[in-house]
């Protein structure tokens, strides 16, 4: 099977659960960055189906919208549960987890000077929902006794998260079992300990 191609800028951004998803499945990823000098110029923006990227090609097939790779990914990987209750569960974790990604996005390139001290104050009310749902679950994921792909976006937002507020996991056991136990698994450790995926920043505007 040919790798997957990413077209996206030089950052994690939207797709440090899809790298984290690919590399724990050992699966190659070719990547093209993208500068901002050449998203100005406006060709790469007007192939784009919204305007946007990232950009992910599986063969012949080309996708727009990272939650829509996500999902592509967890059918092919067996990251999508063992049968349709279990799916569309993993459809409102990984909900969930966008809905928090949002607020975080919004805050990173929007409130961060006036917001980020209220964001991490109330950050423990976004994390409790995950926190019961991953002390109910026991099996360590959201959903099931498997990994899936929204346990992939979980913990790549958590990454981020933690370094907003390195201490934000540390009143939830199950939140912090969950990212330790994530981080260790062989194959995402060597992605996260790798050069190529360290160097890379959080954010586009450097806020992190």
């Known amino acids: 099977m040919p790798p997957y191609t990413l077209t996206y ?4 951004g939207r797709c440090g659960a899809l790298r984290i998803l690919l590399a724990d499945n050992g699966q190659q990823l070719n990547e093209n960055m993208v500068t901002y000098e050449e998203w100005m110029k406006g060709d790469i923006k007007a ?3 919204f305007g946007q990227l990232p950009k992910f090609q599986d063969g012949d097939l080309v996708l727009f919208q990272s939650t829509a790779m996500l999902r592509h990914l967890g059918r ?5 549960g063992k049968n349709d209750s279990e799916a569309s569960l993993i459809d409102m974790m990984n909900d969930g987890v966008e809905d928090l ?3 975080y996005i919004k ?3 929007q ?3 006036a917001g980020k001290e209220a964001f991490i104050k109330d950050l423990p009310n976004h994390l409790k929902p995950f926190e019961a749902i991953l002390a ?3 099996s360590g994921f959201l959903v099931g006794d498997q990994i899936s792909f929204a346990d992939y976006n979980l913990f790549d937002l958590l990454l981020n998260l933690k370094v ?3 201490t934000c996991p540390d009143t939830f056991p199950a939140l912090k079992s969950f990212v330790d136990k994530t981080a260790a698994r062989p194959k995402v450790k060597a992605l996260l300990e790798s050069d190529d995926f360290k160097k890379l920043p959080i954010n586009g505007n450097g806020k992190q």
Request: glycine share 4%.
């Open 164 to 166: 907003l507020c390195p």
């Open 111 to 113: 409130e961060y000077e």
């Open 101 to 103: 990604r949002l607020k």
């Open 47 to 49: 192939s784009c189906v």
């Open 76 to 80: 092919k990987h067996g990251a999508y």
């Open 107 to 109: 805050l990173i390139y």
């Open 9 to 12: 800028f030089a950052i994690k």
């Open 136 to 138: 109910k679950n026991k």
